[in-house]
């Protein structure tokens, strides 16, 4: 009888050995990479930790890109998103916290915590409001909190497929579920801890899918974002803010944009639009829809496209926003 546990000991010994290693060898390898891969942009201190700001453009007007949940690297996602809009503003990419090259941080993912900390990088960044804010998926919230605390610094929204929060209303209990099941537990552990990192000499094109087929990215762009996804996927950022996202969107449930902001949400026609419509019993759309008090300067908008609706509609986009909102 002893022989069996002797052979699960020295397996459990050996699996822990073998995860002790992985885990070293990961934390050594981020730190390699990030001596490689400096940011592009300026790393501004706020709350004492470091955040990444990049900047271009020379117009009067400063838009603000605010990238969707889990985004390893805003930067490079928006990259041609700014290079379409540069010409006619003056852009930002803000990489909070957990994102990018940032610090990741122990502070509660709060919508407070992310308006606070989001002013606070445009400000060391040498941005002064008002600000044009262009979140994407789940930075719409923090958008609609930041007008709700500070509407004299807000001078537009242009939402790219943007999260609103009144889809806690509709959101399935299954859906809620995920955010807290084992498998996403596991997940998180996996990737946090580098056993992600594994795949990667196999699997090279599954780390950087969401760069292909866009023009302008070279290998070393490619390099970038797989570098970015071990260091930021699962982090304890991340964990946090989609465990409060419930908590965050409620709230704002009550929330619609104040009647004199110019808005504009444009919406993805893709397939996630229609299982949402198929699974929540109300179309995202008719959710956008919402939040709009003012139909004279605000409007939702429907663009042939998946969820990250920049990619590839980068030229429309920039046109929508000189139309919108131009000098």
Known sequence: MRKPFRILGWLILACALFMGLVFALNLGL???EAR????????VTVDGHRMHVFVAGQGTKTIVLLSGLGTPCPYLDFRPLVEALSPSFRVAVVEGFGYGWSDIVSTP??????????RAGLKEAGLAPPYILMPQSISGV???AYCQAYPEEVAGILGLD???????KYIPPSLLNQRRGLAFRIRSFLLRNGGWRLLY?????????DLEGRPGYTDYDRQVYAAMQFKNWGNPVLVDEIRRIGSNDRELMDFRFPPSLPVLLVIASGPQAESIS????RSWLAMQDEVVSNPRIQSTMVLEGEHYIHRGNEARIAQLAKKKFGN
């Open 30 to 32: 981020k730190a390699a």
């Open 36 to 43: 490689r891969y400096p940011p592009p942009g300026r790393m």
């Open 109 to 118: 993912r709060t919508n407070t915590a992310i308006v606070q900390e989001l």
């Open 142 to 144: 923090y958008s609609m």
């Open 162 to 168: 943007m999260t609103v929060a009144v889809q806690d």
């Open 201 to 209: 000499p196999f699997r090279k094109a599954d780390f950087v899918w």
């Open 278 to 281: 198929q699974g929540w019993g």
